[in-house]
């Protein structure tokens, strides 16, 4: 392996990351102001949403969403926080901090690269 390869590699490790951090931000920031569109274009079409005894199409999750208190409206505090993030190639898995509403989340998000473009393609969870 050249040095030029290994720089090349690097640099692309550094723009998907970058990439992924802005999704995760798009995701906190759909979630704080029930932009369900937002959360449309961050999920993969046949996304699953998962956490105990709890299984949700994207869409019906959306539609959840979009049904319920907006968190900004509430007047929540903003206080989402990316834990982990790991990339291997053209996957990741994001571990983060979701205090919504009444309740707090700890969020696993498996997402994809496919055709260039990161999405969320798993989203499990539990209360903490």
């Given amino acids: ?6 720089t090349e590699q690097q ?3 550094e723009e998907d990351h970058k990439t992924i951090e802005e999704l995760l931000h798009n995701y906190f920031n759909g979630l704080y102001e029930g932009d369900i569109e937002k959360l449309r274009n961050i999920f993969h079409d046949d ?5 105990n005894n709890f299984r949700k199409s994207r869409d019906e999750w ?12 509430e007047g929540m505090n903003y ?12 996957q990741a898995m994001a571990k983060v901090d ?4 009444a309740a707090h989340f700890i969020d696993f998000l498996g997402l994809l690269k496919e055709d260039g473009k990161w999405k969320i393609v798993n989203k499990m969870y539990t209360t903490v």
């Avoid at 979701?98 to 509403?101: A, E, I």
Wanted: no cysteine; proline share 7%.
């Fill in 62 to 73: 959306l539609e959840a969403v979009a049904n319920r208190p907006i968190p900004k409206k």
């Fill in 47 to 51: 996304a699953w949403l998962k956490g």
């Fill in 79 to 90: 206080a989402f926080k990316v834990l982990s993030l790991d990339i291997e190639g053209d």
């Fill in 98 to 101: 979701v205090p919504l509403l």
């Fill in 11 to 13: 640099t692309k490790i």
């Fill in 1 to 6: 392996m050249t040095i030029q390869q290994t």
